[in-house]
């Protein structure tokens, strides 16, 4: 079992940034995968970055060069860091531990948080 708790979301200018963090209620370290995904409303929930232990990450394209994906592994917390923000980047981001959808994803783990709401204004 793993427990993730995420922060940092909140209203925000186009263009502006915001960063998330998610804590994991067990080390870090023994997650193969984290990873950030989100839904917007009426969407289907998506691979925004994931995260492997061995440091390689995936990211959706349109978020690649904006969104930044990265772990502190003694405080057992990923994050990611949002700039340049756009206002389809709005909606409700969610952690996940396992890495569901991603390329490295065998099956097995799959832990999500309750979701931190971010809204992108123009």
């Known amino acids: 079992q793993v427990q993730l708790v995420e922060s940092g979301g909140g209203l925000v200018q186009a263009g502006g940034s915001l960063r998330l963090s998610c804590a994991t209620s067990?080390?870090?370290?023994?997650?193969?995968?984290m990873g950030w995904y989100r839904q917007a409303p009426g969407k289907q929930r998506e691979l925004v970055a994931v995260l492997a232990n061995g440091g390689g990450t995936e990211y959706a394209d349109s978020v690649k060069g904006r969104f930044t994906i990265s772990r502190d592994n003694a405080k057992n917390t990923v994050y990611l860091q949002m700039n340049s923000l756009k206002p389809e980047d709005t909606a409700v981001y969610y952690c996940?531990?396992?890495?569901?959808?991603?390329?490295?994803?065998?099956?097995?783990?799959?832990?999500w948080g309750q979701g931190t709401q971010v809204t992108v204004s123009s």
């Open positions: 996940n531990a396992g890495g569901i959808g991603s390329s490295w994803y065998k099956g097995g783990m799959n832990y």
């Open positions: 067990r080390s870090i370290l023994s997650i193969n995968i």
